[in-house]
């Protein structure tokens, strides 16, 4: 789900230049990496189908930690650490820390947005899960949760998976991937008679050739999938997501 209170324009100035800053040393740092150290390499991602409507989310974080190497988890385990089925963006950044994964969530709100009470995919769960919600978001920043509230721009977005051992899991609305097959077959979240759907799914590269993303989604079979990055924005920039985003650094490995 997605991530109230709207972030304030010094807020994003300020997020916006200390990201700009971090994100250019560690693009840097990674691509010295690859060039210098010719046994560097980083684990595939390999794909996690979900069980449930509601755990798309955790298929995906699952995903992420099977690519980490973290490999004693199971769907079970993380929905016990969660202790419950309204699973937010919020949630999933505090399971991957809490395996010292590194993220950064970017967000357009902080909190439960109360835009969404009368949307039929929210609704049910909002008055719930907003205390609960609120708390995640003022301990992120304790739990080494790298918060910025900003959008991301698909080029942007491109060129940090096109560095190997970068993924990106994803809020999206899977009814607007019109005419693709992720739209035909995947399952939500949590399946409404809304016009939004949520889902998460993992994004694994950029092949800028064709200006194409290559998605893992938890409802459909292992291999990745290609979705343009007009798609892809359009998707995951819909009423209902906030444009909630992980951006995620696998660890690596070293080989001799």
Known sequence: M?????CTEVVLASSAEASCSSSCRQTSLQLSLQMLVPGIRFRPV???EQRFSWDCGLACTLMVLQAAGIGAETL???HRRCRTSSIWTIDLAHLLRHFHIHVQFLTQMVGANPAYADERFYMEQLQEDTVR?????ETASAKGIDLQCRSISAEELGKFLA???HVAIVLLDKGILTGSKAAVQARSCEQSESSYAGHYVVLTGFLPTSDRFLMLDPALEPAALPVSSTALDAARKAFGTDEDLLLIQLPTIFTH
Do not use: E, W
């Not at 997605?2 to 709207?6: I, R, T, Y």
């Not at 919600?133 to 978001?137: D, K, M, P, S």
């Open 76 to 78: 079970s385990s993380l």
């Open 46 to 48: 390999p794909h996690v």
């Open 2 to 6: 997605a991530a109230s209170a709207s």
């Open 163 to 165: 560095i190997d051992g």
């Open 133 to 137: 919600v609120r708390h995640l978001f």
